[in-house]
């Protein structure tokens, strides 16, 4: 049995985080976190978006495919909304849209007809394969710097970054 007295003392947040915004920052530092994530997330995508500008694709329309392609299989919009971080009706047009431009399809629901399941059409696997090539080229270029082991640690970094977001 662990009482107070032996129990593990609860995890505390690294002192510097203690330290408040009217404390003098060296420059390198200035730019916040958040703020430098966002920062690279908005190049990274600006390129991958030029590098597929020719199929008429933007992120927003991506996003979708991707997440078909990453499922396996056909999705349930609200599935699909889900693993985008979009309320369903979010993507209705972006569906519509992808639809027409014979990507994806969908049927109703086997067990719930007023639900869809969509999925890629052989023309979006065709599509998502050169998005995939064209981003993984992309991000070959961008990392060329970085040592695998640098990655190893911002991977790392990012992921337990991601997962406090669970707890919050």
């Not at 990507?103 to 065709?126: E, Q, Y």
């Not at 995939?132 to 710097?145: F, G, K, M």
Request: hydrophobic content about 40%; proline content about 7%; some cysteine.
């Amino acid at each position: 049995m662990v009482d107070a007295a032996t129990a593990p003392a609860a995890a505390s947040p690294p002192s510097w985080l203690d330290e408040g915004p009217d404390v003098p920052e060296p420059p390198q530092a200035r730019a916040r976190l958040g703020r430098l994530i966002g920062g690279v997330y908005r190049q990274w995508r600006r390129q991958v978006d030029q590098s597929v500008k020719d199929l008429g694709l933007t992120d927003a329309t991506r996003a979708p495919l991707l997440a078909l392609h990453a499922a396996d299989g056909p999705l349930r919009q609200k599935e699909l909304a889900h693993a985008l971080l979009l309320e369903t009706s979010s993507l209705v047009r972006v569906l519509d849209q992808l639809r027409g431009m014979g990507l994806l399809d969908w049927d109703s629901d086997p067990n719930d007809r007023r639900t869809k399941c969509i999925a890629l059409t052989p023309r979006g696997r065709k599509t998502v394969a050169r998005i995939l090539t064209r981003s993984l080229e992309i991000e070959r270029s961008i990392l060329v710097d970085v040592t695998p082991e640098e990655l190893v640690v911002l991977r790392s970094a990012l992921e337990k970054i991601s997962r406090r977001f669970d707890t919050l």
